[in-house]
């Protein structure tokens, strides 16, 4: 039975000030080509100089990711000739990268998998071409952006095994600081090397093609899915896959073929003479280490081991960092970790989470949150005005407590108020108070919904709770 061996080669753009060897700002958006200056736009007689910062944030993503990290490492040309790459060639690294091996591990359906990488070097990005109407155009503002390429061993075999590597891998990464990963900027994509073939233990694969630029987890799995299947049905009909490079189309869902498949040899790969080799000591790799911030892992232990949170709060918690660094500011502030928790994970995630995004997006600060969890803790909001707070402070930078009163969101724990709704609500129903005192007790909740209607939903519930309860008696 034929199936699918794969490996992937992601490219993350580095969160650095400037560009990898100029000073152009290191920035998503802008004007097309308002972001490039002669080096980065490939004009003659002019050279490049290193981005030290771009240097030590792929030997801390390499730390984070367990690779050995290259004491002696040096720059390549990597030569094509394409629109977007002015200089005709790509500063890249070929046989002596910055990061060599390591690993990511990550759970899929309760089983531990490892997906070894083979190396980690830093390049510069290329521009970007513009299709509009038939006319091609290129901006050039992404050219010379320092990225880190990721590359894996063929240890996966399945869409499945692909998007829990890289949804690890993007977290990772995140939690390092050195990329704000966002796939819908570009700041991390993918290509996806797959063949098929009936080895079991990869001693023998079929010939691999490659689909470019996959910017989205949905366009990864889609893109395997449809490749393993058009390479078993032309194998099954006595055909040949071809070594190719193509692109996934993800509107239609189809792929397809933009070239044949180059191999190392036909880059014409040569030392880059205007640029001095990346060496690091034993003193500069342990600097960088210890800038290293406390991980996913990490925070899950502190998270249910001190906090005394659920597995499954601190997993879905550290899931992604801004998402973790909410939640630390909140209790921080004092809200209570559980509560913290439970709210978090079904309001705050359910605003963050784009149905056209994997990326999450907080509009919300710890202070803000933080306030809203206190006034719900001293029952001055209900669960219900509570979320309805939340998304109104979506987005904005207004204190809670002035919102929740304009929008009479403050909850009534007034007794007597609340014992004049509550009476009147019980003499215009007097078929359900029988029945409730007689014993129905499933009658309590339409009791709740009744008064808090009536009373434009601020009394307190707990209050209709006890005057139900004492109605009984």
Same mark, same amino acid.
């Given at each position: ?9 992601? !490219? ?37 100089? !290193? ?17 050995? =990290? ?50 980690? !070097? ?8 513009? !299709?509009?109407?038939? =006319?091609?155009? @290129? ?10 390429? =990721? @590359? ?5 075999? #399945? ?119 990346? @060496?690091? #000591? ?33 997993? @879905? ?26 709210? =978090? ?66 909850? #009534? ?61």
């Amino acid at each position: 039975m034929l199936k699918p061996t794969i490996g992937c080669e992601v !490219h993350c753009e580095l969160k650095t000030e400037t560009k990898l060897f100029c000073g152009c700002k290191n920035e998503f958006g802008g004007d097309a080509n308002t972001h490039c200056c002669p080096v980065c736009s490939g004009f003659p007689g002019t050279l490049p100089a !290193h981005n030290r910062k771009a240097v030590e944030f792929a030997v801390k993503a390499g730390l984070a990711l367990h690779c050995k =990290i290259s004491e002696f490492s040096k720059w390549d040309r990597k030569n094509y000739f394409y629109p977007d790459l002015p200089k005709a060639w790509q500063t890249s690294q070929y046989d002596l990268p910055l990061c060599i091996g390591g690993y990511v591990e990550f759970e899929l359906d309760g089983e531990k998998k490892r997906v070894r990488l083979n190396r980690i !070097h830093l390049e510069e990005d290329a521009g970007k071409l513009v !299709h509009d109407g038939g =006319i091609s155009r @290129v901006d050039y503002n992404r050219c010379g952006v320092p990225l880190i390429e =990721i @590359v894996t061993e063929p240890d996966m075999h #399945s869409a499945e095994e692909v998007v829990a590597f890289l949804t690890e891998l993007k977290s990772v990464l995140k939690y390092t600081g050195v990329s704000d990963v966002k796939m819908q900027e570009g700041s991390l994509r993918c290509d996806v090397n797959l063949s098929v073939s009936e080895s079991e233990n990869g001693e023998k694969l079929g010939t691999r093609t490659e689909t470019k630029n996959l910017n989205s987890f949905r366009s990864v799995a889609r893109s395997i899915a449809f490749e393993t299947r058009r390479q078993i049905d032309l194998l099954e009909s006595g055909g040949v896959v071809e070594q190719e490079t193509r692109r996934f189309d993800d509107n239609k869902g189809i792929g397809y073929a933009m070239r044949s498949k180059e191999d190392a040899h036909d880059y014409r790969y040569f030392p880059e003479p205007d640029l001095l080799p990346v @060496v690091m #000591s034993a003193a500069d790799i342990k600097r960088i280490a210890d800038t290293i911030p406390e991980l996913k892992d990490a925070r899950i232990a502190r998270y249910t081991e001190k906090l005394g949170l659920p597995d499954y709060d601190a997993r @879905v918690l550290t899931e992604d960092k801004d998402v973790s660094d909410l939640f630390d500011g909140v209790v921080k502030l004092g809200a209570d970790a559980k509560k913290a928790s439970n709210f =978090i994970m079904s309001e705050v995630l359910r605003l963050a989470k784009s149905q056209s995004s994997e990326d999450v997006e907080l509009k919300v600060s710890a202070e803000q949150l933080a306030e809203i969890l206190k006034m719900s803790a001293a029952d001055e909001l209900n669960n219900l005005a509570a979320k309805q707070l939340l998304s109104f402070v979506w987005g904005t930078n207004v204190a809670p407590r002035a919102i929740a009163a304009e929008k009479g969101l403050l909850q #009534s724990n007034d007794e007597g108020e609340i014992k004049a709704v509550f009476d009147r609500v019980v003499a215009d129903n007097p078929k359900q108070t029988a029945d409730f005192i007689a014993g129905n007790d499933k009658l309590r909740g339409y009791f709740v919904g009744q008064i808090m209607r009536a009373s434009g939903g601020k009394a307190n519930p707990k209050i209709i709770n006890s005057l139900l309860d004492k109605l009984k008696n």
